[in-house]
C-alpha cells in the first residue's frame, strides 16, 4: 500500500516511502498509547511515597489555615509517616539480600544504597575500528580455499522425528523478569 503510492514510473522514492510508512506507525501509537505526565522533582528520595506527599499537602494547608492544633496534628502524622516509609523503603532494600543465590539482585541492592549509577553507553562514531576488523575476518575468508561439504551421517544414525505426541508443552510466555523498580511518586 505505502509503497504503491511511493512509486512513480516503476521507481521508488525511498525517502516518501519511509515518511509515510513512519507517519502511520506514529498515527497508530497516538491512536493506541495514552499520555501521562510524570512529575519529576528535585532531589527525589526514593522513600517518598504517594502517602508521605498527601501528608505534606495536608501540613501545608494547616500552617496556610492557621490552625495550630491542626499543625501540630499533621506534623505529627508526617513524622510518622516518613519513618514509615523509610522504614519499608529500607525492607524492600534488604529484601534483595536475603536470597544469597541472586546475585543480580544483590548487586541491584549494593547500586542502590551506594548510589552507583552506570554511565549510559555511547558508541564510536570512528569507523576504522570496524573496517580493521571487516578486513581480519576476510583474510579468514580469502585463505579458506576448500569448498564447504556436508558429512555424511553414519549408517546407523537415525534421523530424528517428532511426532504430536511426543512434543512436551512449554509456557513460552513467561520470562525470567527482574522485580519491578520501587516506584518514585
Known amino acids: 500500500m505505502f509503497k504503491q503510492a511511493a512509486t512513480y514510473n516503476h521507481h521508488t522514492n525511498i525517502q516518501e516511502y519511509t515518511d509515510t510508512v513512519t507517519a502511520y506507525i506514529s498515527k497508530c501509537v497516538d491512536d493506541v498509547t495514552e499520555t501521562k505526565t510524570i512529575t519529576v522533582r528535585a532531589n527525589q528520595k526514593p522513600w517518598l511515597t504517594g502517602d508521605v506527599h498527601r501528608l505534606l ?61 552506570p554511565r549510559p553507553q555511547v558508541c564510536d562514531s570512528d569507523i576504522t575500528l570496524l573496517n580493521n576488523l571487516n578486513d581480519f575476518f576476510a583474510h579468514f575468508e580469502a585463505s579458506n580455499n576448500t569448498p564447504a561439504q556436508k558429512t555424511p551421517p553414519p549408517p546407523n544414525d537415525q534421523v530424528l522425528s517428532l511426532s504430536p505426541a511426543s512434543t512436551l508443552d512449554y509456557d513460552t510466555t513467561t520470562v525470567n523478569t527482574p522485580p519491578p523498580a520501587p516506584p518514585l511518586t
Open 57 to 117: 499537602r495536608a501540613r501545608n494547608a494547616a500552617f496556610r489555615a492557621g490552625d495550630e492544633a491542626g499543625l501540630r496534628t499533621a506534623r505529627a502524622n508526617l513524622s510518622r509517616g516518613i519513618k514509615e516509609a523509610k522504614r519499608q523503603y529500607t525492607g524492600r532494600i534488604a529484601h534483595r539480600f536475603s536470597d544469597s543465590r541472586d546475585t543480580r539482585s544483590l548487586w541491584q541492592g549494593i547500586q542502590t544504597i551506594t548510589g552507583y549509577k
